[in-house]
């Protein structure tokens, strides 16, 4: 059974009939924004200055703020791992410039894995490198 308030708006699962329906105005959503003193000041200063709103304000700021922002990467380990993939792309190709170009292929690759790599004595102090499980 749905019953209407003085208004004649449905207060239907309306516990308490004497609070006002609220009604959804529009389609963006409410976010509160939680500034220093300071800078909402410094908003509300710039917004008279644009003949904004303190909301139109604070959004139009975060849109310049983001346009003008680096993209900020999916995840740091993954930025992380490529650019030390990209290093040792480096250091095998400036190595494979310095090896004597008579080497067998199989001893330039072991050179050069053994540069790349370091001594096998330290792979346990590398921290770039996985742990053996135990």
């Known amino acids: 059974m749905c ?6 708006v449905s207060d239907y699962d309306n516990k308490d009939s004497d609070r ?3 009604r ?3 389609l963006d959503i409410i976010s509160a924004v939680k500034m220093p003193e300071g800078l909402t000041a410094a908003v509300d200063a710039w917004a008279e ?3 904004l709103s303190r909301a139109a304000a604070i959004c139009k700021l975060v849109e310049l703020g983001l ?7 999916t995840s740091p380990h993954i930025t992380v ?5 990209k290093i040792e792309e480096i ?7 310095l090896l004597d ?3 067998p292929a199989d001893e330039r690759e072991r050179r050069i894995r053994r540069l790349t790599e370091g001594p096998p004595e330290f792979s346990h102090a590398r921290i770039d490198l996985p742990k053996p499980e135990t």
Do not use: C, F, Y
Request: glycine letters at 10%; charged letters at 15%; aromatic letters at 0%.
């Open 67 to 73: 346009k003008v922002a680096p993209a900020a990467p």
């Open 49 to 51: 200055t644009q003949q």
């Open 101 to 103: 170009p008579a080497l």
């Open 20 to 22: 006002p329906v609220r």
């Open 91 to 97: 250091a095998v190709h400036e190595i494979e410039g």
């Open 3 to 8: 019953h209407t308030g003085p208004s004649g």
């Open 81 to 85: 791992a490529s650019d030390a993939a």
């Open 24 to 26: 959804r105005t529009g």
